[in-house]
């Protein structure tokens, strides 16, 4: 009775441990077809990378490395004319800066910042709530 009782456990054990391989099995493939995707990406240049030169203003998605300020200063250096803070907010979304999971969004920390900036006198605001880089 002991043998037939031991010959179930192990049986059901095994049956225990197929189906761990098997869930095993989907996981790598699961994280292979992941490897391969970001290897894809990396390699048309979707996927940022931390060896861009943050001071390069030739590179648009050089932005992404930069800090909200710097990022800011960029985007008014490139316009030709005044900027208002929704413009060059969407202007930074476009270029790909992000503000990682923060809670206060992208156009008010811009329109904080560009507000500071121009207290701090960095920056000239016209008469029309533009802002541009002092001359």
Sequence with gaps: MANEDTIRFL????????????DIARLREKIREVLELTKSLSETGAVATNRRASASHDSENDISAMGLRKAIRLVLADSKRALKPKEVASELERRGFSLGDARTPLLTRVQNDLFKMNQEDQLDRTESGRYKLKE
């Design 11 to 22: 049986e059901a054990e095994l049956v225990r441990l197929k189906a761990q391989e098997r």
